[in-house]
């Protein structure tokens, strides 16, 4: 069956720079691939979507990039803010009826 | 994207009680929601998908009698946990897909059962 790896340990990094999350999966490659934020006792809030031949996607200060080769997702957030500070979490289409495989979550911590 | 409210957000109920959780689709007339459970430091867990109309569709080890949902409309569906037990605390999300691909989520339920 389909795993989701996401970087269990919290990410904390200095204002201004730019935090880089990572998220492998282990099985077949899913036809798209999304990145959510979700805020302490709050529901995930969509961020992007990346589909198998897509190599990257960009949105204002993030990116996405997908390796089906590495079975692999990056997410970047440049110019980090204290208000980044949240986990993020990655999602797989799991190939039927728009159900979602959810990883667990990196925090990231943004310090002024 | 769909905006979606969720009420309540926290109850505090007796082991034994029952408690409705509704999902509202805001602006969207949704014929399928996801309804997900969530424990502290764990991942999203799917317990079943809300269809319009009809029944609905439970994930494996998900018991439909406790958890019993009902979609009689394209705005509203709700997500009843029945005889709840303290085990069954945990955060209620439900999301509503307005396409083939991303979610959008509600604010989720707290559910505390003592």
């Known amino acids: 069956s389909q795993k989701i790896e996401q970087n269990s340990e919290a990410l904390n990094i200095q204002e201004g720079k730019t935090a880089t999350l990572t998220c492998n999966y282990t099985?077949?490659?899913?036809?798209?691939l999304q990145w959510y934020r979700q805020d302490p006792g709050r529901g995930p809030v969509f961020l992007l979507l990346?589909?198998?031949n897509e190599k990257e996607k960009r949105k204002e200060r993030l990116k996405v990039t997908f390796d089906t080769t590495l079975k692999q997702s990056l997410f970047h957030i440049t110019a980090s803010q204290p208000a980044d500070s949240a986990t993020y979490l990655c999602?797989?289409?799991?190939?039927?009826?728009?159900?979602?495989?959810w990883g667990l979550g990196t925090s990231l911590a943004v310090n002024p | 994207g769909a905006v979606v409210s969720q009420h309540p957000s926290w109850v505090i109920c007796k082991s034994g009680t029952s408690v409705k959780i509704e999902c509202r689709s805001l602006?969207?007339?949704?014929?399928?929601m996801f309804w997900y459970r969530q424990f502290p430091k764990q991942s999203l867990m799917l317990m079943a998908t809300?269809?319009?109309?009809?029944?609905?569709?439970?994930e494996q080890g998900v018991e439909k009698d406790k958890f019993l949902i009902n979609h009689a409309s394209l705005t509203l569906s709700t997500l009843t946990v029945t005889s709840a037990h303290p085990e069954d605390s945990s955060f209620y999300i439900c999301?509503?897909?307005?396409?083939?691909?991303?979610?959008?989520f509600g604010p989720g339920t707290r559910l505390t059962v003592l």
């Open positions: 999301s509503v897909p307005p396409g083939p691909n991303e979610q959008f």
């Open positions: 602006d969207f007339q949704a014929t399928t």
């Open positions: 809300s269809n319009e109309g009809s029944k609905a569709t439970y």
């Open positions: 099985n077949y490659s899913p036809a798209y």
């Open positions: 990346i589909r198998e």
């Open positions: 999602a797989l289409d799991a190939g039927n009826n728009r159900k979602l495989i």
